[in-house]
């Protein structure tokens, strides 16, 4: 127990990067070295493939463990914030590209969805009770009502409550048109006081 505590120590403080939490991985990790050398095999960059045949049979581990074991204990540890160049100031770190929309952007994408959703409500109260439930009920909900289920709410004809949906959608349109205008033509910022 004591040989387990120590190997299991140096497989953690090996690297910062977790090495091997698998009954292979950790195999691999202590035989491995020693299996290159006895192979002639220790500068090699990759093994061969009959060399990683050879090992994963010795081990009883698949060949893809052995590949990927190799790389990890050949390369070292390298810090992002090293340097790419010795005179440079640029970082490795400054190579990551992260593909999801930065901080300003995810903000601006928020902010502009707010104020679309104020002018709607705006919008919406402009038309009747009548217009509005058939808008929200026809082109604002998940699952939209049939154009029969609202002419039997309100005892009309289904090209009547088209009409109205029509009509109350080219209001909706308008009065949202009115508003981006109105708010483009305010001043962005507030001048400042002396």
Known sequence: ???????????????????????????????LRKLKGQMQAIE????????????????????????????RLSGPDSSLNAPVKAEGDMEWQDWLVDDSPNQEARLGESQELGQRKGMLAAALKQLTDRERHIIVERRLVDEPKTLEDLSTKYGISRERVRQIEVRAFDKLQKAMKNMVVEAAARPTTQPARA
């Open 1 to 31: 127990w004591i040989r387990a505590s120590i190997q299991e120590y140096i497989l953690h403080s090996w690297s910062l990067v977790k090495m091997g939490t698998t009954a292979a991985q950790k195999k691999l990790f202590f035989n």
């Open 44 to 71: 090699e960059g990759d093994l061969t493939p009959e060399q990683v045949t050879k090992i994963a049979t010795r081990l009883g581990v698949p060949e893809e463990e052995v590949v990927n074991m190799n790389r």
